[in-house]
């Protein structure tokens, strides 16, 4: 008898209880035996509960659990400490602790739910983490990065059999990376019930072996999976629905399907006058796999693809749909200001869009795979993606963790390259040789349609390094001009910026800070290895064969303060800081990444005690040219030269610095900083006035302090304090200072040079949200951002 179970995925975020300490596990439950019994074969049960259900662990040990929704990051909840006791997790983790957390979560499921599959999806978990459900041990997982999930059909309770506990104890206290990387379950935690027969767990692969502007194949590879005691006759349905909805192509192939074991099925369909993907038209297209059996519908799986072909080439780089395309590229790692790794999707697709629109067409996910969610929204928005692998590393548990990624994301249009690792110490050596041949095997086995890279910083041509990979990755290849060197040496290599420029800047500062932690927006202080992002962007520009740039990073992050240690707690190398507000350089890439004409100046205009002395004004533009005047005498017009700067020496006087930026004799794009008064009131700016009432959309809204007349004061530095009533909460708080120890869990925050963020997140009632920001001695601001149940965003 079929249960007929068709699949069922739910999100498993809300209701979750944390406690943050080590809990003394029964040893029969930990190791010893299944379902915690004894070796008496007495069940246990009264102390699992005791975990499981109450505030008690084992003996007399008290726990304190809170309430606690998904994502969350537990590290960023606590205070900064320069403390050796850190241990690993020093400076370059952005000195806040790790630890042991453990999370819990009942659910009831009914009667009718036995004998089908239910299968738990933990997306990423920073840690090691160890899960129990019903006293049972599950499995352990080491690697914060990916995915892994655990067949739980056998140990649930159905019906009468009572209620259900999952256990998770997350072992933060070791780190993997050289960054911050939070501490729990940053990332979705899913619950997904099927059939016993269904299509396996990523188990279509969709290829587009032939596209063209007139037609396209599309091929469909599906395993389906059989779970019953025999083999059955199954029928494979698969569908392909356009953008819009409309059903373009269908088929259906019958099959065998073997009792316990996985059937790959292969279709083949035609797409006439496809609409390809790209990043200016992200054309997406829908598959819909349904498995019949014996007349009745047992599971119905969706798999989201596009159409689009990619070439590169050792001397002209690469083409998206038979085209060039330069690739304009950041690294980043995954946090954010006010929430540490555990971001909500709707955060992720804020920091993609601000990439976008600095002009970006391309994220290298550093140096791991990314949260799931992060792809989709990639595909959605148009996002070139370079798509890594944790480690160099080919034991069991490297391998299993590179095919997950790959059997996990390679439907994704917008990945173009598999990335096996970065700058590993075994780089040009035999060893390393071996393993990365291994991954880069494992990878074509998997997926032969995308190249494989490497992102290296020595040893390329050594041992045969680099010829596991079809790409060179050159982490900051500008050195010596090693990377035009050995284009010369071999040009028959493809090769990529896989990292470029590692610029150190603080937003709004102008001169280095050791004190302080700050670096200059000048770029006075950058590190040996790094460069400007003029030399970066110009040097991709004139070699069209390092086919791309990705910049180090997007983004600031927290961990690895560079050059300076403690009071810094964060990075500074990106383009927009940790709460993705645009430094000096955002507008530099945005002048040379897009078409939009852009004049930008800096630095700001208000330097009391500097009156008559000279200060070097610069200016990003992409105009013809740029026309500078200072209180409406024009300082001069300058011919823009394409990939570099303009730069005028000023004596200081206060008042109005505007640049003109003009295409011919026309105006087409201006900018002017003004010498901005006392600090007068607070303004507040929502990236949207309207949210979707889930319990966790999240609205970022920026806070600006003014003066009289409404401008930014760019040195303000006051304390606010926000209010948030209604359907919603104040997520967390931020403003981009890298030395900044105020806690980002607070209603309280200073403004950094103008600017601070506050994170509005709606709850699951529909309403208005009310944000209130006040401080002493400046006029308080209030929004209101209307949460519904409608997707409005
Ligand atoms: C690279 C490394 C990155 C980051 C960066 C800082 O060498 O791959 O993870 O550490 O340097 O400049």
């Not at 036995?114 to 160890?130: E, L, P």
């Not at 790094?530 to 983004?555: E, H, I, K």
Request: charged letters at 25%; hydrophobic letters at 35%.
């Amino acid at each position: 008898m079929r249960s007929g179970t068709v699949r069922n995925k739910r999100k498993l975020d809300e209701d979750w209880s944390f406690y943050k300490g080590e809990i003394r596990i029964p040893y029969a439950v930990k190791a010893g035996m299944t379902g915690g019994i004894t070796d008496a074969g007495v069940l246990r049960d009264g102390e699992w509960l005791d975990i499981a259900y109450h505030d008690r662990g084992m003996g007399e040990q008290k726990l304190e659990w809170t309430s606690v929704s998904l994502p969350h990051d537990w590290c960023v909840e606590q205070q900064y400490v320069q403390d050796e006791l850190l241990g690993a997790r020093d400076g370059s983790h952005g000195y806040l602790p790790g630890g042991i957390g453990f999370y819990r979560r009942t659910f009831t499921l009914p009667a009718e739910a036995a004998g089908s599959k239910w299968r738990i999806r933990f997306d990423g978990v920073s840690g090691t983490s160890t899960v129990w459900v019903n006293g049972h041990l599950i499995g352990s997982h080491h690697g914060g990065y990916i995915g892994f999930s655990y067949d739980l059909s056998d140990v649930l309770r159905y019906g009468d059999e009572g209620v259900n506990v999952i256990l998770v104890k997350v072992d933060a206290t070791e780190c993997e990376g050289w960054w911050y990387e939070g501490c729990g379950i940053y990332r979705h935690v899913w619950l997904e019930n099927t059939d016993l027969v269904h299509v396996a767990e990523y188990g279509t692969y969709v290829t587009t072996p032939e596209v063209a502007k007139e037609q396209a194949t599309v091929n469909i590879r599906t395993r389906i999976r059989n779970e019953y005691t025999e083999d059955l006759p199954v029928t494979l349905r698969t569908v392909i629905y356009d953008g819009t909805g409309v059903q373009i192509s269908a088929g259906s192939v019958d099959a065998h399907a073997q009792w316990y074991a996985e059937t790959e099925l292969e279709q083949s369909f035609q797409v006439v006058q496809p609409k390809l993907w790209s990043p200016d038209t992200p054309y997406l297209y829908k598959a819909e796999s349904t498995v019949i059996c014996e007349g009745k519908e047992l599971d119905r799986y969706e798999t989201v693809f596009g159409i689009r072909s990619i070439r590169f080439d050792a001397g002209e780089g690469f083409f998206l749909n038979g085209e060039p395309l330069l690739i304009k590229g950041t690294c980043n790692h995954q946090d954010f200001a006010g929430v540490g790794v555990a971001l909500p999707d709707s955060l992720i697709e804020y920091k993609l869009r601000l990439l976008k629109e600095m002009g970006s067409n391309a994220y290298r996910s550093a140096h791991h795979p990314p949260t799931p969610e992060l792809l989709d929204i990639c595909d959605r928005i148009g996002m070139l993606v370079m798509d890594e692998n944790r480690k160099l590393d080919s034991s069991p548990n490297g391998l299993s963790q590179l095919e997950r990624m790959l059997y996990r994301d390679r439907n994704h249009p917008s990945i173009i390259i598999w990335s096996l690792e970065n700058e590993e110490v075994l780089e040009g050596t035999v060893t390393g040789a071996r393993i990365l041949k291994t991954l880069a095997d494992t990878t074509r086995r998997i997926d032969p349609t995308r190249p494989t890279c490497a992102a290296l910083n020595h040893g390329w041509y050594e041992n045969g390094y680099n010829d596991a990979v079809e790409i060179t990755g050159y982490n900051y290849g500008h050195r010596d001009h090693l990377d035009l060197r050995d284009h010369a040496q071999h040009p028959e290599r493809l090769m990529i910026g896989s990292e470029c420029a590692s610029y150190t800047a603080t937003r709004g500062i102008y001169e280095d800070d050791p004190a302080k932690g700050y670096c200059s927006e000048y770029g006075t202080n950058i590190p040996s290895w790094g460069c400007t992002p003029q030399q970066a962007w110009s040097d991709l520009v004139n070699n069209r064969f390092l086919t791309g740039v990705f910049m180090w990073t997007g983004f600031d992050y927290r961990g690895e303060p560079t050059p300076y240690l403690w009071p810094c707690i964060n990075s500074h190398f990106g383009l927009m800081d940790t709460c993705g507000f645009p430094k000096d350089s955002y507008y530099y890439m945005k002048a040379v990444w897009q078409e939009e004409p852009v004049v930008h100046v800096l630095p700001h205009w208000n330097w009391p005690g500097s009156e008559g002395k000279p200060i070097e004004v610069r200016v990003f533009a992409n105009t013809d040219t740029v026309e500078l005047s200072l209180n409406g005498r024009s300082l001069g017009e300058q011919q823009v030269e394409k990939t570099g700067y303009l730069s005028w020496e000023v004596n200081y006087e206060p008042g109005e610095l505007k640049a003109v930026g003009k295409h011919g004799k026309l105006t087409v794009a201006e900018k002017a900083v003004v010498t901005a008064g006392q600090p007068y009131r607070i303004a507040l700016f929502p990236d949207r006035q309207e949210g979707r009432a889930d319990g966790s959309d999240t609205i970022p809204v920026r806070v600006a302090v003014l003066d009289r007349q409404g401008h930014i004061v760019p040195t303000a530095d006051n304390e606010i304090r926000f209010e948030v009533t209604g359907a919603g909460k104040l997520l967390g708080v931020g403003n981009g200072n890298p030395s900044s120890h105020e806690a980002d869990k607070s209603t309280l925050r200073r403004a950094f040079n103008g600017w601070c963020l506050a994170l509005i997140q709606t709850s699951s009632e529909e309403g208005a949200i009310q944000l209130k920001a006040v401080s002493a001695g400046l006029a308080g601001a209030e929004t209101v951002i209307q949460a519904n149940f409608k997707d409005n965003s």
